[in-house]
């Protein structure tokens, strides 16, 4: 199955009103709220979806990663770690790449993402990718197969999709490619941004900003 997972999972303390205003108070622009509707855990350019799973925030969208993975701080960042300040947070990306970064108590523990020309890897191992470290992700039949170039690059996007995987077990209580048909089924608010309609018409040089600068 080719999983779209572009997912911020945010340990809360206590409950959040989803709104415009606490779009905005994330660092998001020129998002609108729309409706409630079935939660989309990789959404399309242009949309957002907030919902609550037992403790975890869930905050949906397609480039949201791209905003943690950055070497310094990022403003969205900056206004999410301001809201949630000692905070577990997850971010996962499952899609053309593979990423994940790890926030305790408004410390980025751990970051990583591979990718086509992308390797970012700062941080210690967690827990999650020190088990799937002591696995074999590469049986023998393939390593016959590969160069040791090959092999090096396989198992890094192995293990960062395993690790990934295994991260959800925290907010899930199971992996969320174990996770039963139903389980998949949550709700939130959905939030578009009505600009992009004006991107993909008119070109790239009228690009939307999604997100503070």
């Given at each position: ?31 609108d709220l729309t ?11 242009g949309?957002?979806f907030?919902?609550v ?7 949906a ?5 791209f ?15 301001s ?13 053309h ?14 970051r ?13 191992l ?9 696995q074999?992700l590469?049986?023998k ?9 090959e092999?090096q ?30 389980e998949?089924?949550?709700h ?5 941004n009505k ?6 018409i008119?070109?790239e040089?009228y690009?939307?900003k999604?997100?503070?600068e």
């Open positions: 199955m080719g999983w779209k997972i572009y997912t911020t999972f945010i340990k809360t303390k206590e409950k959040v009103e989803i709104n415009n205003a606490f779009v905005r108070s994330l660092g998001f622009l020129n998002f409706e409630k509707t079935e939660f989309i855990f990789g959404p399309k350019l949309e957002l907030i919902g799973y037992k403790d975890y925030l869930m905050i969208h397609s480039t949201l990663s905003e943690f993975e950055q070497e310094s701080k990022t403003k969205t960042e900056s206004k999410i770690l809201v949630f300040p000692d905070a577990e947070i997850i971010n996962l990306h499952i899609g790449i593979l990423s994940f970064c790890v926030f305790e108590n408004g410390r980025k523990v751990r990583k993402s591979v990718g086509d020309e992308i390797f970012e890897n700062t941080g210690e967690i827990e999650e990718e020190l088990y799937w470290k002591n074999q590469i049986n039949e393939e390593l016959d197969e590969i160069t040791k170039q092999y690059i396989e198992l890094e996007n192995r293990l960062t999709y395993e690790t990934c995987f295994e991260l959800t077990k925290r907010v899930f209580g199971k992996r969320f490619d174990e996770l039963d048909t139903e998949y089924n949550h939130g608010f959905k939030f578009v600009l992009m309609e004006i991107e993909k008119l070109g040089k690009k939307i999604q997100f503070e």
